[in-house]
T-cell receptor
Framework: SQQGEEDPQALSIQEGENATMNCSYK?????LQWYRQNSGRGLVHLIL?????REKHSGRLRVTLDTSKKSSSLLITASRAADTASYFC??????????FGTGTKLQVIP | EAQVTQNPRYLITVTGKKLTVTCSQN?????MSWYRQDPGLGLRQIYY???????DKGDVPEGYKVSRKEKRNFPLILESPSPNQTSLYFC????????????FGPGTRLTVT
């Protein structure tokens, strides 16, 4: 079963606006990662946040993690057309399994 | 250049004809993994390997086999492919397991008729 569920499934914004997408998961985790995928291509790692961290920044990306609510959010500030892609959260929990969510499809309109 | 390579990139085959999708990484990574991606289902882990000769099942291992005889290679074997294995497959590797970022290959689009 899918551990992570992203919300919304699709998001369309104007260039320059902020984009926020959320991820919920079901069991305890070691860390949570966000990946980006351009149409049909391999995923690219964006950011990793450990279970004992609450917030992390990388450039225009800000990730938060709330382990009590089993949720994370990814904020992309000042979005650009080049940010158009699908975004996935991935959780690492028991054993060495990694579970991906179903993704949020982001469209940034120039 | 550090990378994960997969071959073939595209494959159309018929039900029951054994096939192998190769995966190779040049980063000396310990952990390698196979995923399949289907519309609306995201990526699902098929098998993973912590090191040479150490493999384990992911969430959807049925119908697949893997082997890890060398650190750099992690082939995915479909002994008797069926149409429900039509999918986009990704190989990935990471330095030390699930806690590290994964590097993904370009994907293999498989169609089984």
């Amino acid at each position: 079963s899918q551990q992570g569920e992203e919300d919304p499934q699709a998001l369309s914004i104007q260039e320059g606006e902020n984009a926020t997408m959320n991820c919920s998961y079901k069991t305890s985790i070691n860390n949570l990662q966000w990946y980006r995928q351009n149409s049909g291509r391999g995923l690219v790692h964006l950011i990793l946040i450990r279970s004992n961290e609450r917030e992390k920044h990388s450039g225009r990306l800000r990730v938060t993690l709330d382990t009590s609510k089993k949720s994370s959010s990814l904020l992309i500030t000042a979005s650009r057309a080049a940010d158009t892609a699908s975004y996935f959260c991935a959780t690492a929990g028991g054993y060495q399994k990694v579970t991906f969510g179903t993704g949020t499809k982001l469209q940034v309109i120039p | 250049e550090a990378q994960v390579t997969q071959n073939p990139r595209y494959l159309i085959t018929v039900t029951g004809k054994k096939l192998t999708v190769t995966c190779s990484q040049n980063m000396n990574h310990e952990y390698m993994s196979w995923y399949r991606q289907d519309p609306g289902l995201g990526l699902r882990q098929i098998y993973y390997s912590m090191n040479v000769e150490v493999t384990d099942k992911g969430d959807v291992p049925e119908g697949y086999k893997v082997s890890r005889k060398e650190k750099r290679n992690f082939p995915l074997i479909l002994e008797s492919p069926s149409p429900n294995q039509t999918s986009l497959y990704f190989c990935a590797s990471s330095l030390y397991g699930r806690a590290a970022e994964q590097y993904f290959g370009p994907g293999t689009r498989l169609t089984v008729t």
